[in-house]
């Protein structure tokens, strides 16, 4: 099941593109794209670009720029499919598609750049100090590196952590009611471990980064927003590995919901840190 998923047309299926669609999102970004401020940059990168949803940002503060480039890197073909086709109209910069996976960055790409967001994937990258290199090797001196995530280690409300207790426990007990399956102790995901806010400061400064600013951004992630994410692969494995992504999203979507209701709660918060930082 999975590898027909993993093939084909279906693979689009499970893109990020619906949730990044959700006005939260695109608002939380939005703000990030808008303090590295860059009206005026020409050649600019957006790594791990997925479907486009944050490049779609950057070209809207670049209206009027000339000789813009903007290079968007994935490792995902589908995902790359999606932010072509999406923004195949726009013409306020000329836009470059790489297959790659951001590890191999320097050699994907020639030259260098006067900016670089990387939204929203930070956390997936395992040694985040050579990829910093290699993030600090292709942006001139000067330029900014701008990136957000809401994996990392910091305080959360205690409304939330109950939120996803019940909803991953819920979950579990969907799969197994409606479809027989349960999460086998082997696949259960190793609880990651994330960095704290200090953590990605000093990560940026000891590559030659100055933090121009570091903010922690409170969101209010409506129900839609919790469904929407459930549509996507990289959460819907991470949650439920091992299982089939029809039937995991499926049961993610249904506890979701039932949460919601129980917990009588119209949006859960949840914290994303946002920074930018200038190549010295
Ligand atoms: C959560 S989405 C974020 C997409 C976009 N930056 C945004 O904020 O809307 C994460 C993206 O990172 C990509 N990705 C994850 N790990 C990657 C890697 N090691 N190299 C390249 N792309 C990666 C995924 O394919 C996916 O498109």
Not at 26 to 52: F, H, P, W
Not at 107 to 132: M, S, T
Not at 193 to 199: I, V
């Amino acid at each position: 099941m999975v590898a027909v998923k993993e093939t084909g047309v279906a693979s689009e299926e499970y893109t990020f593109a619906t949730f990044s669609e959700n006005p939260f999102y695109y608002e939380l970004n939005g703000k990030l794209v808008d303090m590295a401020e860059v009206q005026s940059r020409e050649k600019i990168m957006d790594l791990a670009c997925g479907t486009g949803g944050v490049t779609r940002l950057v070209l809207e503060r670049l209206r009027g720029a000339r000789n813009s480039v903007i290079i968007c890197i994935d490792h995902s073909a589908s995902a790359l499919r999606q932010a072509r086709e999406s923004l195949k109209e726009r013409k306020e910069a000329a836009l470059l598609f790489v297959q790659s996976r951001v590890e191999q960055l320097t050699e994907a790409i020639k030259g260098k750049v006067d900016a670089v967001f990387y939204c929203n994937a930070i956390h997936y990258v395992p040694d985040k100090d050579e990829l910093l290199r290699r993030i600090a090797d292709v942006i001139k001196p000067g330029g900014v590196f701008a990136f957000n995530t809401s994996f990392y280690e910091g305080p959360l409300e205690p409304e939330a952590v109950a939120f996803y207790r019940k909803w991953m426990l819920k979950a579990m007990r969907v799969l197994k009611q409606d479809y027989g399956l349960s999460l086998q102790k082997s696949e259960k995901v190793e609880s990651r471990k994330h960095l704290t806010a200090d953590d990605y400061k000093a990560l940026v400064e000891r590559h030659g980064f100055k933090i121009k600013t570091q903010i922690v951004d409170a969101v209010k992630v409506p129900l839609q927003g919790w469904i929407d994410i459930s549509k996507f692969k990289d959460f819907i494995e991470g949650s439920m590995p091992g299982v089939p992504l029809d039937k995991a999203s499926a049961a993610l979507i249904k506890a979701v919901k039932q949460t919601y209701e129980e917990m009588k709660i119209t949006y859960v918060a949840r914290n994303w840190l946002d920074v930018v930082a200038v190549r010295v």
